[in-house]
C-alpha cells in the first residue's frame, strides 16, 4: 500500500539525508608535468632594475692561418659577446573571506587585525560537512597552480605584466623575431630547432619506414645536442603522443614480454622515450590547443630565474578598519630564460 501525503511528510520530518563530509572532491585537477620540472630547478637573482640579462656568445673572429720563414701573420680583435635579457614580473593571487563566513564555518578569528588565527566553536564538528576556510584554501592553491601554468605556456601577450612562457623562447618559426632582446634573423645561432606548419611544414605521420615522426626525432635528437645540448625532458600534447604509440605498435616494439603472460594480453605502449628522455602528457599543451606539439627540452638552458627571498611569498594583509574581512596572499617575483636556444627544439604532427 503506498504511503499517505501525511506519512511522507513524517517520514521526511524525522529523517536526514546522509552526507559525506570531508574536502570536496575536485573532479578537474591535472597533471603539471612543466610546471614541477621547472619549478624544482629554478635559480635565483639578488634584484636588479627590470630585467635580467646573461652575457651569450654565437660567433667567433679568432682563425688559424699558415706561414713560413719570415711570413706577415694577422692578428684578431674578438668582440663577440651578446647579453640576452628577459623581464622579471610580480605575480598574484589572493582571496578574501568574511568573519561571517567563518563564524559559518565554526570558527572565530581570535587576532581581528590580521585574521591570522582562528578557534574553532564547540561541537564544530555536528554542523560542518566541508570547511569553508580549507576549501578557499585550496582553492588559491590550486588556482595558483593553474594559472601559473598556463603562464608558462603562453607567450606574453595575453597580459604584459605576465611573464613571457615558453612559447615566447621556443618558437614554431625561429627564424624571425626576438628573444631576449636578440634578433634571430641577424644571430642564426640564435634559434631553437622546429619543424611546424610554420617553419617548413609539420611532420605528416606514417607507420612505414619506421615511422616518420621516430625518424624525426631520432634526426633532431643529433642537432638539438650538436652543440653541447643534452634534452632531458619533452611534454607533448595528446595527439602527438597518441602518434607516437601508433608507430611503435605498427612497428613491433609492442612490449617487451611479447604476449608470454599466462591467460593476460597486456595492450598498452610503455612510457615513451628517446636515449632516457621521456616523452610526458602536459595536458597544459592540450588546453591551450597544442594536442599535436612536442617540446624536447634542456632544462640546463631554460629555466625559470626567481628574486631571492620572493618565491611563493606569503601574506595575510591586515583588514581595513571598516570591514570584517580576512585576506590571504602569494607572490611570486621572477621570469623565465633561456641562455641557449638551440637545444631545445618544438615538432608538430600535420
Request: with cysteine.
Amino acid at each position: 500500500m503506498a504511503f499517505t501525503a501525511a506519512e511522507l511528510a513524517n517520514i521526511a520530518n524525522a529523517a536526514l539525508d546522509y552526507h559525506i563530509r570531508g574536502p570536496a572532491m575536485s573532479q578537474v585537477i591535472q597533471d603539471r608535468p612543466t610546471y614541477d620540472r621547472l619549478r624544482r630547478s629554478q635559480k635565483t637573482f639578488p634584484g636588479g632594475k627590470e630585467k635580467i640579462t646573461m652575457p651569450v656568445k654565437g660567433q667567433y673572429t679568432t682563425d688559424i692561418q699558415g706561414y713560413t720563414t719570415d711570413d706577415t701573420v694577422s692578428y684578431s680583435n674578438p668582440a663577440n659577446i651578446k647579453r640576452a635579457e628577459y623581464p622579471w614580473k610580480e605575480i598574484h593571487a589572493g582571496i578574501s573571506l568574511t568573519h561571517t563566513e567563518l563564524k559559518v564555518d565554526g570558527l572565530s578569528v581570535t587576532d581581528s587585525n590580521r585574521s591570522e588565527s582562528t578557534t574553532k566553536h564547540s561541537k564544530r564538528e555536528l554542523t560542518v560537512l566541508t570547511g569553508l576556510l580549507q576549501d578557499k584554501m585550496e582553492d588559491m592553491s590550486e588556482g595558483w597552480a593553474r594559472g601559473f601554468t598556463r603562464m608558462l605556456w603562453e607567450d606574453g601577450s595575453q597580459d604584459s605584466l605576465e611573464v613571457p612562457g615558453i612559447l615566447s623562447i621556443v618558437r614554431d618559426n625561429p627564424t624571425t623575431g626576438t628573444v631576449g632582446g636578440l634578433d634571430s634573423a641577424t644571430f642564426t645561432w640564435w634559434r631553437n630547432r622546429a619543424r611546424t606548419a610554420a617553419s617548413g611544414g609539420a611532420i605528416t605521420g606514417s607507420v612505414n619506414d619506421g615511422g616518420a615522426t621516430i625518424a624525426v626525432i631520432h634526426t633532431e635528437w643529433r642537432q638539438l645536442r650538436r652543440y653541447g645540448g643534452r634534452p632531458n625532458f619533452a611534454p607533448c600534447g595528446s595527439d602527438f603522443l597518441d602518434q607516437l604509440a601508433k608507430e611503435i605498435r605498427a612497428n613491433g616494439n609492442y612490449s617487451d614480454r611479447g604476449f608470454s603472460a599466462k591467460n593476460v594480453t597486456d595492450i598498452s605502449v610503455a612510457d615513451i622515450s628517446y636515449k632516457g628522455m621521456n616523452f610526458v602528457y602536459d595536458p597544459a599543451l592540450d588546453d591551450i590547443g597544442r594536442q599535436k606539439y612536442c617540446y624536447m627540452l634542456d632544462t640546463r638552458h631554460l629555466y625559470l630565474d626567481v628574486m631571492d627571498g620572493e618565491d611563493m611569498k606569503q601574506h595575510t594583509p591586515t583588514r581595513p578598519a571598516d570591514q570584517y574581512v580576512m585576506y590571504r596572499a602569494m607572490t611570486w617575483t621572477g621570469g623565465l630564460c633561456a641562455d641557449q636556444l638551440n637545444c631545445h627544439g618544438v615538432f608538430a604532427i600535420s
